[in-house]
């Protein structure tokens, strides 16, 4: 059973700063990775993927993957307030199923 | 948004009803994908169809059961409501087998009192 962690929060930074947000996972055999967003009351919304060791910017999002640590983290630029939200990290469940496992989410809030 | 619909909005049950969900995937996506969400959880899978087959199950008792139709919109029955199945349920659709990027429909908020 492949696990995804992710500190709950509430992460809170002041508005203009960046938001760190961390996720390790347990099956070293996963290779791609997703952020969702999700509002609350709201479905998660898909802000980025990644596949390969390193960095991918996106605008102000940064997704950082290390598979050697088994680590993906999220960096938000610039933050808005527009960014409060709960984050989900996600992991394939297996190969040749387009299911996915995900964390509990790490709620940020972007403060004024 | 995604394209992907799904009915209705909310939902409220009595215990040991039945409830039917439906969801329409985004155009040119034949696969179909049910999750679970509690408050303050993540979304649990439940169960994946592709091309009107089950692909594969989550740790779901059987009376969750599903369908999908020939134009990949899918149905979530769920038998013997409980207490606990009160949840978030989302349909997220995808494109081809081995694509693991899943677009989210809005929900359905089911509350069983």
């Known amino acids: 059973q492949k696990e995804v962690e992710q500190n709950s929060g509430p992460l809170s930074v002041p508005e203009g700063a960046i938001a760190s947000l961390n996720c390790t996972y347990s099956?070293?055999?996963?290779?791609?990775f997703f952020w969702y967003r999700q509002y609350s009351g709201k479905s998660p919304e898909l802000i980025m993927s990644?596949?390969?060791?390193g960095d991918k910017e996106d605008g102000r999002f940064t997704a950082q993957l290390n598979k050697a640590s088994q680590y993906v983290s999220l960096l938000i630029r610039d933050s808005q307030p527009s960014d409060s939200a709960t984050y989900l990290c996600a992991v394939p469940m297996d190969t040749g199923r387009r299911a996915l496992t995900f964390g509990s989410g790490t709620r940020l809030q972007v403060q004024p | 948004e995604t394209g992907v619909t799904q009915s209705p909005t909310h939902l409220i049950k009595t215990r040991g009803q039945q409830v039917t969900l439906r969801c329409s995937s985004q155009?040119?996506?034949?696969?179909v994908s049910w999750y679970q969400q509690a408050l303050g959880q993540g979304p649990q899978f439940i169960f994946q169809?592709?091309?009107?087959?089950?692909?594969g199950r989550g740790n779901f008792p059987p009376r969750f059961s599903g369908l999908q139709f020939p134009n990949y919109s899918s149905e979530l029955n769920v038998n013997a409501l409980e207490l606990d199945d009160s949840a978030l349920y989302l349909c997220?659709?995808?494109?081809?087998?081995?694509?693991?990027?899943?677009?989210f429909g809005p929900g359905t908020r089911l509350t069983v009192l």
């Open positions: 169809y592709y091309r009107e087959e089950e692909n």
């Open positions: 990644i596949y390969s060791n």
């Open positions: 155009s040119g996506h034949n696969t």
């Open positions: 997220a659709s995808s494109s081809q087998l081995g694509d693991n990027e899943q677009f």
């Open positions: 099956d070293r055999g996963s290779q791609s």
